[in-house]
């Protein structure tokens, strides 16, 4: 499962291109070069230890939410090396959590507020990996690849579908999670599967085997 706080988004600037979204754990200058060397963008939370040099101040609005939107360059050494580049650095005020939120990207074209709403939806990715682990049978990804997660994860979905589909046709009232127990456990039974999802009753069954002695009624 990929890290969380690490995720890709897709946006549409000028052309359709990655950008990468990271909380503040996940700062590394060196890797943050590599996506502006190969033309993707990245959304970062800054941490207040990272000593930045301001070079140019932008106008904004602040009925946005926008507090500053400065062009900047990292001030260390050791920092300086690993990325060489201006940064764009974007102050926001998100009155939900009643926080400031500071971010860094090498994204120079989208408004300010564009580059907030951005890491703002760094939740909703968490909330759909979150969403996976509950409701798919996913245990562990059988390929690294893009490709490979991707495979894995629209199969998964399309059999929670298709459970959600037979649950609601044969009006049955168990649970998805309890449908797919069944199925895993007969899978390879010649059963119909309306059968098979029938809630079994205990002492119909044991009524119905009058040759197996009861071992408590005696």
Request: net charge positive; charged share 20%; with cysteine.
């Amino acid at each position: 499962m990929p890290t969380p706080h690490f995720w890709k988004l897709h946006i549409t600037s000028q052309m359709l291109c990655a950008t990468f979204v990271m909380d503040r754990g996940y700062i590394d200058f060196q890797r943050l070069f590599v996506f502006t060397l190969t033309s993707a963008f990245f959304v970062v939370r800054t941490k207040s230890n990272v000593l930045l040099q301001r070079r140019y101040s932008h106008a904004i609005d602040k009925d946005t939410g926008v507090r500053s939107d400065q062009t900047v360059i990292l001030a260390s050494f050791e920092s300086a090396s690993a990325y060489p580049d201006p940064l764009r650095r974007v102050s926001y005020f998100d009155t939900e959590t009643d926080k400031r939120l500071t971010f860094l990207t090498n994204n120079f074209a989208l408004p300010a507020v564009t580059i907030a709403q951005i890491y703002r939806q760094r939740w909703q990715a968490e909330l759909f990996f979150k969403w996976i682990k509950m409701h798919l049978r996913i245990k562990a990804f059988y390929g690294t690849s893009e490709n490979a997660v991707k495979t894995q994860i629209w199969i998964a979905v399309s059999v929670y579908v298709l459970v959600a589909i037979v649950r609601k046709r044969l009006e049955l009232e168990v649970s998805l999670y309890q449908i797919l127990q069944i199925l895993s456990l007969s899978l390879f039974e010649k059963v119909p599967i309306l059968c098979a999802l029938q809630p079994l009753n205990a002492h119909e069954e044991l009524l119905d085997n009058a040759n197996q002695q009861i071992l408590f009624d005696f």
